[in-house]
């Protein structure tokens, strides 16, 4: 069995930072569960809303309170007209997190969480609307249309692929969503989570803590490593060419995007899964290069530098193979992991002290005071 990586250094790593009863990452170098099921056995067998629900209501549904829940955020889909006229005005050009981001915010502008006691509202609603959100700009932004977001699609997973290609989902493409959003729902205090939770620390309010969580996410070191990777893979048209730009890569030390982990150390859990998906999607649209393409950099990676694919990685080919642009993989994992997000503020809210850590001060002992007239 793999040895737990070795945590230290700069980046709070290793240091603990808080408790959780959500989710264990890399327990024994590469364990993950939520709430104590393990993520193949919830990826392979759930649907997303009972995993959400697991996250933000501490069990397992029964099958009655399951379609009560599937019921009562379908119930929750239409956007505000306020929210629209704003969707409206971002430009074709945006990028869609910072779009996700606005559309939180004004969000908790139009709907604003008053008191603790309607959070759950709150978050049910941002996890029903969210996918039709960010659709709705695009579809607007990109070809002019109002796309409906009141579709009739059964789950989360489907209203993504319904209101981005405004037309059913076919049913692999749902699964697939299913096990994505699932993968992507929780993992512990990374970089987003831990934004979240210190908001939350200051008793804010859950748009605040929720936009904020997008922010973080936003980047390519976290969140928009998927299509960061996408963008590297598709300059490639085989193999061997994505093998010899990759060795040029690593000698000349850039970072390579959906690579590595801050806990694994030798394999993340969620990848085999996605990947796994990736090839019957592959072999479904008769890709020719891309999946291979994949698997070198993959290969290449583990020989060169020990270095593995991440839950981004594999990510890029699935969602390229649905037919769903590039700059929407990130707004994806938003719509997923707002479940992690939000079950850690509850968590911080129900035990909560402010988050407040020390630095080691690194500046000047004194410095003297010079009349602006006098400086250099
Ligand atoms: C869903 C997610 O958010 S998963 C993460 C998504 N992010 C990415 O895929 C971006 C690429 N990966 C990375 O930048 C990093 O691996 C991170 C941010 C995920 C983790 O960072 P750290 O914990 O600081 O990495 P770690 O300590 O393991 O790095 C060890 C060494 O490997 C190198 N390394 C780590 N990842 C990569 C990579 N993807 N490509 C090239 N080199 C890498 C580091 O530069 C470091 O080298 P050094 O010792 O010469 O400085
Ligand atoms: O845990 C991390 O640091 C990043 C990550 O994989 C995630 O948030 O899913």
Redesign the pocket.
Known sequence: MAEPKKLGGA?L?GQSAGETALCTVGKTGAGLTYRGYDIKELADKAQFEEVAYLLLYGKLPNQAELDAYKAKLKGMRALPEALKTVLEQIPADAHPMDVMRTGCSMLGNLETEQDFSEQNDHIDRMLAVFPGLINYWYNFSHKGVRVNVETDADSIAEQFLWTLHDKKPEPLHVQVMHASLILYAEHEF?ASTFTARVCASTLSDIHSCVTGAIGSLRG????G?NEAAMDMIEQWKSADEAEEAIMGMLARK?????????IYRESDPRNAIIKEWSAKLSEQVGDKHLYAVSERVEAVMWRE?K?FC???FFHASAYNFMGIPTKLFTPIFVCSRVAGWTAHVMEQRANNRIIRPSADYTGPETAEWVDIADRA
């Open positions: 980046g790593r990374n390519p070191l976290h969140g490593a850039d970072k390579i995007m959906g690579f590595g982990h801050a530098k270095l991440n839950a981004d």
